[in-house]
């Protein structure tokens, strides 16, 4: 069974459009994250869910919005897709938001913005 | 100037070979993470450790918290252990914030 489980793998699309990218995780974890892996592989956070609740937002566009139905689930959401969006977007969870908690990452979704 | 610095940022090994991958640290942290990701992409945690050493199989990591400083170790390397090593870091911001990775190559 997948533990962190996202979708889609890979996804091309035309500057411009909306897309989603959804991710669940099946541990029973209470925080999410959301990182991006720019193309020099380096990767950075983005966001953080703790049941349900955003607790960190980094400095990242508006036009990016998570979404948490409920703690098992968060979604990304990004409107009006730029070329500079082109990156690896990995999400991960861990059992709570304490800082020494193991972080299992999601297999990454490819996303290229033409 | 990151606040995670790993090195070398490639290394090329023989099999066999033991293997250092280094990390420096400028931040306070409560962990210190070593990740890998394999070359079809996904990300693995290795270890999480805060004080002293952690070994599983052919690999250790060690930390100095005085120094700001990590290793991690790759004993009798093989082509398989061919990845991208990353060190990360969490403190009181609760989110990873990682060094630059090492691309690590070992030859048969």
């Known amino acids: 069974d997948t533990a962190v489980s996202q979708t889609p793998k890979y996804l091309v699309t035309q500057m411009g459009n909306d897309k989603s990218i959804k991710c669940e995780q099946n541990l029973g974890h209470d925080t999410m994250y959301w990182y991006k892996q720019d193309s020099k592989k380096f990767l950075k956070i983005m966001f953080s869910?703790?049941?349900?609740?955003?607790?960190i937002n980094e400095t990242v566009p508006n036009r990016f919005s998570p979404k948490s139905p409920d703690k098992a689930h968060l979604n990304l959401h990004i409107n009006s897709l730029e070329l500079g969006d082109s990156a690896v977007y990995f999400c991960?969870?861990?059992?709570?938001?304490?800082?020494?908690?193991?972080?299992?990452f999601g297999p990454g979704t490819r996303l290229l913005v033409l | 100037k990151n606040e995670v610095e790993q090195s070398p940022q490639n290394l090329t090994a023989q099999e066999g070979e033991f293997i250092t991958i280094n990390c420096s640290y400028s931040?306070?942290?409560?962990?210190l993470h070593w990740l890998q990701q394999h070359p079809g992409g996904g990300i693995v945690s290795l270890f999480m450790?805060?004080?002293g050493k952690k070994k599983h199989g052919r690999l250790i990591a060690t930390i100095n918290i005085q120094e700001k400083h990590s290793s991690l170790h790759i004993t009798a390397s093989h082509p398989r252990d061919s990845a991208v090593y990353i060190c990360?870091?969490?403190?009181?911001?609760?989110?990873?914030?990682f060094g630059s990775g090492t691309q690590l190559t070992v030859l048969p």
């Open positions: 450790l805060s004080s």
């Open positions: 990360a870091v969490s403190g009181s911001a609760r989110q990873l914030t």
């Open positions: 991960a969870s861990s059992q709570d938001s304490g800082n020494q908690e193991t972080q299992y």
């Open positions: 869910y703790n049941n349900k609740e955003l607790i």
């Open positions: 931040v306070g942290i409560s962990a």
